[in-house]
């Protein structure tokens, strides 16, 4: 499988950009040539920081603010953007994977992992590389919920991960693998 992401960008400026959203302000993160980070500010105690040695850049991010916004309008259900996102092998394929996921639709934790080609007991993992999705959001980890159809955490909160689904029409049940895949 090719990774549909850049290589980290090492050794350069982390700029960051603050965008609105019906869910928050969003820090958006990332070097020269690619986004690496979109982080909820607004959440409470899960709320993001912009750390000391990222360096402001107003609307340094114009492709990123601008597809958000048509995504919050309702008028975008896919990104296109350059994504860097740094992390482990597995991390990268369980990303990679999440931007599989169709708009409007959910996938059960052991349902990526099926894809990824490794058996249910790898959900659990899955869980723990998705709730290190640096990139929320546009790497889609709010379309990932429980086998029972349950909204299992998100690191934004269930009411977020909630709105996001509610947002995209998704039903939140999980597919039973006869209905898989769920992919584009």
């Not at 640096?134 to 429980?146: E, F, K, Q």
């Not at 509610?166 to 992919?183: I, K, M, S």
Request: aromatic fraction near 10%; charge should be neutral.
């Amino acid at each position: 499988m090719t990774s549909p992401f850049l290589p980290a960008e090492t050794g350069t400026v982390t700029w960051y950009d603050i965008v609105d959203s019906p869910v928050g302000r969003l820090a958006l993160t990332g070097g020269e040539q690619a986004l690496s980070g979109l982080f909820l500010l607004d959440v409470g105690s899960r709320s993001a920081t912009i750390r000391t040695d990222w360096k402001r850049r107003d609307g340094g991010f114009p492709a990123a603010a601008e597809q958000l916004a048509e995504y919050f309008a309702g008028t975008r259900t896919e990104f296109d953007l350059p994504l860097a996102p740094r992390g482990t092998p597995f991390q990268l394929a369980v990303w990679a994977e999440l931007t599989r996921i169709r708009y409007g639709t959910t996938v059960s934790y052991g349902g990526v992992a099926a894809a990824l080609g490794k058996s249910l007991l790898a959900s659990r993992a899955v869980g723990l590389a998705n709730g290190r999705n640096p990139i929320s959001i546009i790497i889609p980890c709010h379309r990932v919920i429980g086998a029972d159809g349950s909204l299992t955490g998100y690191g934004w909160g269930v009411d977020c991960k909630q709105w996001l689904l509610r947002h995209e029409g998704a039903v939140a049940t999980a597919p039973t693998a006869d209905q898989l895949p769920l992919f584009a």
